[in-house]
């Protein structure tokens, strides 16, 4: 599994775009970049994922460069209730399909303020 | 449609007792995996299963074991407790299928005195 770097906070004012990055420069060709973030005191939500096509769903976009070393998750209108630690990983996909386990680093400590 | 359940949500227990943790899946998910987050730290991956066979397990002691029933649902048990032991123990469960998350459940605490 991709060894993933991410900045221990951000500050973010509300209704603006919160932008989080992640390096993940030892990700193999075969792993998927995901992101989960965890609200205070709750189990951790998925929130997207994708292998090499950016992706946008109802919750964010995700944008991958080209040689898959970083990625950047973006809110595109962060709001108080997005407040959370957000981790990015790694993962590979079992036979099957199902998704492999998580290998959650430190995260990124995501303040979004009035 | 419920969700990912465990219970109990909170127990205490004392050092050296044995305790069992249980999850019920999102019906229809037959992917469950536990995972451990001690205070101030990211969780840590324990086991995984899929159609009832271990499919993956994290860096913990065999004080640690699980297992999935027929109809997915689990069972993480812990052996001979220890003080560091104390944390929230979440359960996590996933479709099978190319490129679906996981859908946690809001965890046990334990508490081992």
């Known amino acids: 599994d991709a060894k993933t770097t991410q900045p221990p906070s951000m500050d973010c004012a509300e209704g603006r775009a919160a932008n989080l990055p992640c390096n993940h420069s030892t990700i193999s060709g075969n792993e998927y970049v995901y992101w989960y973030r965890q609200i205070h005191s709750q189990g951790p939500q998925y929130i997207i994922h994708?292998?090499?096509n950016n992706e946008t769903n109802e919750m964010a976009s995700l944008i991958i460069t080209e040689d898959r070393k970083s990625s950047t998750l973006i809110l595109p209108h962060a709001t108080l209730r997005d407040t959370a630690v957000y981790y990015c990983?790694?993962?590979?996909?079992?036979?099957?399909?199902?998704?492999?386990?998580?290998?959650f680093g430190k995260g990124t400590k995501l303040s979004v303020k009035p | 449609d419920a969700g990912v359940t465990q219970s109990p949500t909170h127990l205490i227990k004392t050092r050296g007792q044995q305790v069992t943790l249980r999850c019920s899946p999102i019906s229809g998910h037959k992917s469950v995996s536990w995972y451990q987050q001690v205070l101030g730290q990211g969780p840590q991956f324990i086991f995984q299963?899929?159609?009832?066979?271990?499919?993956g397990r994290g860096n913990f002691p065999d004080r640690f074991s699980a297992r999935q029933f027929p109809n997915y649902s689990s069972e993480l048990n812990v052996n001979a407790l220890l003080l560091g032991d104390s944390a929230l123990y979440l359960c996590?469960?996933?479709?099978?299928?190319?490129?679906?998350?996981?859908?946690f459940g809001s965890g046990t605490r334990l508490t081992v005195v």
């Open positions: 990983q790694g993962v590979i996909m079992n036979y099957g399909g199902s998704q492999g386990n998580l290998i």
């Open positions: 996590a469960s996933s479709l099978a299928g190319l490129g679906y998350g996981y859908t």
């Open positions: 299963y899929y159609e009832k066979e271990e499919r």
């Open positions: 994708g292998l090499k």
